[in-house]
Each structure stands twice: as structure tokens, then as C-alpha cells.
């Protein structure tokens, strides 16, 4: 079966129960926060009218690399309404909230990096891209494959940050797939551009240590460690933290140098 077949069962074996619980969220009179859709990953790209998956499968690397959660996330086809609205209708088939992604990576996503600039997610992709381009040149004979994933799945239709206690127990309870997609997708290497979100990251990797990446602290560039990941992973901040100039590229060059060694 091939990784987006896989991917969809993955999904649709969660997608009642989610669904119905996110659509009472949104009919809900006291809410004072709407879900948006929540973030599936696709690996289809389309060649005419059939999709494929070789710029995935046949890269040389794989690599994920983790943001904290979307800032809404809708299609603009007319399946999420005139006009299009961010907050999630169980009327919305998963396909199509797959084709969201879809879209996503066949507009901006080129050769390995990001060329979107927007309002919602350019700062995230700015920092996303800065660690592409270096690995990229770290690895000039090998082609690299990079999937953009959320450690938060389900994040608020309006409005920048955390979705709430309510809507994100509702992902824990009946949307956890981020280790079922880790394990589908095999990827060499995750990267987690999230800052200090390690309590999201233990939600996922329960017995997850931080070993700090030298020369840093801890809490600036530290290796992921778990006895459920089989891969090297990293975290360090995400690239809207105001820091001086500079300082996320040497960062991102140190976590570039350890995967190396790891590798070589």
C-alpha cells in the first residue's frame, strides 16, 4: 500500500470520532474558540490526473520537521463554503481537507524548500528554509525530502496560538496519529522548530529528554531523546523568537554539524 494510502486509513480510522467531537465544539453556544481543520499530512503531488509520491519515496533523506500548530487552515475551494471559512464543518470531506495540504506543497514547496512569504506562516517557512539550504549543501550529492508536521493538529479557525484546553483534549482523546504518521513515513531525521514546547513534545514522547546540543543551553539547541524515536531528532526555537542576528543560523549550523556526524 502505498504511504498516502496508508496515511488516509490512518485518518479515517479516527475521522467520526473527531469530527463529531469538533462539530459539537463549533455548535456549542459558550465557545469562546473555533476549531480549525485539522492538519493532515498528504504526500500526493499531481502529475495531470494522477498523484504520485516518488518526490518523497525516492529522495535520499527524509526529514520532518515539527511547528507548534497552524494559525487556521482552510482550502479556498467552494467544498469549505462561499466564501471559504476557516472553522471546521463535518460536512468537509477528509480528502479535501488532505487537498489542503496538497495545495499547500504544490504551490510553495520547490526543490526541497519553501517559497511562501505570507502573512500566516512566512516567519515559520523564513526558518524552515534556512535549515533546508543548509543541510542541503551539507549533502550535495544526495536529495533531500522535507514534510512539514504539527506537534498541536488542531488549531484555533481564528487567531494566532494555542487552540484551548478543551479542543486540544479532544485531539489527545481521539486524534493522537503523530507517532502512527512517524511511523508510515519513516523519515531520517525530525527537526522541532517549536521552541521550549516540551510539554507537547512529551505528550507524544512520554519519557522525551532534552540533552542540550553544544555550545548551547538546553533550552536553545538540545537533542530529542525517546525511547520511541529511532531517529536522530533536535529541537530549538522557533523562528519568530526575536533573537539577535545571527543566532538561529548558528543554531540551525549546529544541529546540521551533529546530524552529520551522526550520519558520516
Not at 103 to 109: D, H, I, V
Not at 173 to 202: A, C, M
Given at each position: 500500500m502505498k504511504l498516502n494510502e496508508q496515511l488516509k486509513a490512518l485518518y479515517a480510522s479516527r475521522w467520526g470520532r473527531i469530527g463529531d467531537s469538533l462539530q459539537a465544539?463549533?455548535?456549542?453556544?459558550?465557545?469562546?474558540?473555533?476549531?480549525?481543520?485539522?492538519?493532515?499530512?498528504?504526500?500526493?503531488?499531481?502529475?495531470?490526473?494522477?498523484?504520485?509520491?516518488?518526490?518523497?519515496?525516492?529522495?535520499?533523506?527524509?526529514?520532518?520537521?515539527?511547528?507548534?500548530?497552524?494559525?487556521?487552515?482552510?482550502?479556498?475551494?467552494?467544498?469549505?463554503?462561499?466564501?471559504?471559512?476557516?472553522?471546521?464543518?463535518?460536512?468537509?470531506?477528509?480528502?479535501?481537507?488532505?487537498?489542503?495540504?496538497?495545495?499547500?506543497?504544490?504551490?510553495?514547496?520547490?526543490?526541497?524548500?519553501?517559497?511562501?512569504?505570507?502573512?500566516?506562516?512566512?516567519?515559520?517557512?523564513?526558518?524552515?528554509?534556512?535549515?533546508?539550504?543548509?543541510?542541503?549543501?551539507?549533502?550535495?550529492?544526495?536529495?533531500?525530502?522535507?514534510?512539514?508536521?504539527?506537534?498541536?493538529?488542531?488549531?484555533?479557525?481564528?487567531?494566532?496560538?494555542?487552540?484551548?484546553?478543551?479542543?486540544?483534549?479532544?485531539?489527545?482523546?481521539?486524534?493522537?496519529?503523530?507517532?502512527?504518521?512517524?511511523?508510515?513515513?519513516?523519515?531520517?531525521?525530525?527537526?522541532?522548530?517549536?521552541?521550549?514546547?516540551?510539554?507537547?513534545?512529551?505528550?507524544n514522547w512520554p519519557d522525551a529528554q532534552f540533552s542540550a546540543l553544544f555550545p548551547y543551553e538546553v533550552n536553545e539547541a538540545a537533542q530529542v531523546i525517546s525511547s520511541?524515536?529511532?531517529?536522530p531528532a533536535y529541537r530549538t526555537s522557533h523562528p519568530s523568537a526575536h533573537l539577535p542576528k545571527g543566532t538561529m543560523e548558528a543554531r540551525l549550523e549546529a544541529i546540521?554539524?551533529?546530524?552529520?556526524?551522526?550520519?558520516?
Amino acid at each position: 500500500m502505498k504511504l498516502n494510502e496508508q496515511l488516509k486509513a490512518l485518518y479515517a480510522s479516527r475521522w467520526g470520532r473527531i469530527g463529531d467531537s469538533l462539530q459539537a465544539v463549533v455548535c456549542g453556544e459558550h465557545a469562546d474558540v473555533k476549531p480549525a481543520y485539522p492538519f493532515l499530512l498528504s504526500l500526493a503531488r499531481w502529475e495531470g490526473d494522477q498523484p504520485t509520491e516518488d518526490w518523497y519515496t525516492d529522495a535520499d533523506l527524509k526529514v520532518m520537521v515539527f511547528g507548534q500548530e497552524t494559525n487556521s487552515w482552510k482550502g479556498d475551494c467552494d467544498d469549505f463554503g462561499t466564501p471559504p471559512s476557516p472553522v471546521f464543518s463535518f460536512d468537509v470531506s477528509m480528502e479535501a481537507v488532505m487537498g489542503i495540504y496538497e495545495e499547500f506543497y504544490a504551490t510553495y514547496y520547490h526543490d526541497g524548500t519553501f517559497n511562501y512569504k505570507g502573512p500566516r506562516y512566512g516567519m515559520f517557512h523564513y526558518g524552515f528554509n534556512r535549515f533546508a539550504l543548509l543541510l542541503n549543501a551539507a549533502l550535495p550529492d544526495k536529495r533531500v525530502a522535507y514534510v512539514w508536521n504539527n506537534l498541536v493538529k488542531i488549531g484555533k479557525a481564528d487567531g494566532k496560538g494555542f487552540c484551548g484546553a478543551e479542543i486540544y483534549a479532544l485531539e489527545r482523546e481521539h486524534f493522537s496519529v503523530i507517532q502512527e504518521e512517524i511511523n508510515i513515513l519513516k523519515p531520517d531525521l525530525l527537526l522541532f522548530l517549536t521552541g521550549t514546547y516540551d510539554e507537547r513534545i512529551r505528550d507524544n514522547w512520554p519519557d522525551a529528554q532534552f540533552s542540550a546540543l553544544f555550545p548551547y543551553e538546553v533550552n536553545e539547541a538540545a537533542q530529542v531523546i525517546s525511547s520511541a524515536l529511532s531517529m536522530p531528532a533536535y529541537r530549538t526555537s522557533h523562528p519568530s523568537a526575536h533573537l539577535p542576528k545571527g543566532t538561529m543560523e548558528a543554531r540551525l549550523e549546529a544541529i546540521v554539524k551533529d546530524f552529520m556526524e551522526k550520519i558520516i
